[in-house]
């Protein structure tokens, strides 16, 4: 995420939205609420879309960016349904809960991790 938002030479205020790789195990998203959290704080909203689709291996970094960017384009993020209570060994990002949120932004940003320690961390612009 660091490298990222240094290639794209932004501060990690302005990134308006995350979409987490967000497996739902235990290790992994633990360490990346961590992470989003030293990083971004409290103030980013993150969510998760494997919530809606499964674990689409080695699509999921093709279809969640393309569907990251279809919400930035809409201006309206999904929540990471079925998240009611957050394990207590998470951080606490700003996780969009319950219902879709409003957003306006200009850059959002996309993790994905893969087997074997790969990660990967992409940021989008909106195109004007």
Known sequence: MELALQDA???PDAIG???AHGTATPHGDVEESVAVSRLFGNKTPVSSLKS???HTMGACGALE???TV???NAGVFFPTINLDEVD???AEPDHIRGTARAL???YVMKN???FGGINTSLIFHRWR
């Open 88 to 90: 207590p060994a998470c």
């Open 9 to 11: 030479a932004l501060t």
């Open 52 to 54: 809606y689709m499964g």
């Open 65 to 67: 960016s393309w569907m």
């Open 112 to 114: 994905n991790f893969a």
């Open 104 to 106: 306006s932004c200009e």
């Open 17 to 19: 939205y995350i979409n």
């Open 70 to 72: 279809g919400m930035m």
